[in-house]
């Protein structure tokens, strides 16, 4: 089965901004979780993203409270 990645935008829903998006980076080196670069062309942004195993971005946001915040909007 092939893993599927997803930025943080298409994860959330929304932009992550730059604290979360360091804070998730930071963690997924720790997890030794590799990310993936994906280059996108959006409206509001064009370049490099950094995408994330979604099955470990659900344990990330999910398994500590103050972060499911973030999903909430």
């Known amino acids: ?5 997803k930025s943080l935008y ?3 829903g929304k932009a992550a901004g730059p604290d979360l ?4 980076a930071e963690a997924a080196i ?8 994906k280059r996108i062309d959006h409206f509001g942004y064009t370049g490099k993203v950094l ?3 979604i099955e ?3 344990i990330y946001f999910n398994s ?4 499911s915040k973030h999903l909430i909007g």
């Open 51 to 53: 995408t994330y195993p």
């Open 1 to 5: 089965m092939k893993t599927e990645y």
């Open 64 to 67: 500590k409270t103050p972060r």
């Open 21 to 24: 998006g360091k804070e998730v």
């Open 56 to 58: 470990w971005l659900d």
């Open 30 to 37: 720790k997890a030794k979780v590799y990310p993936q670069r």
């Open 10 to 12: 298409e994860y959330l």
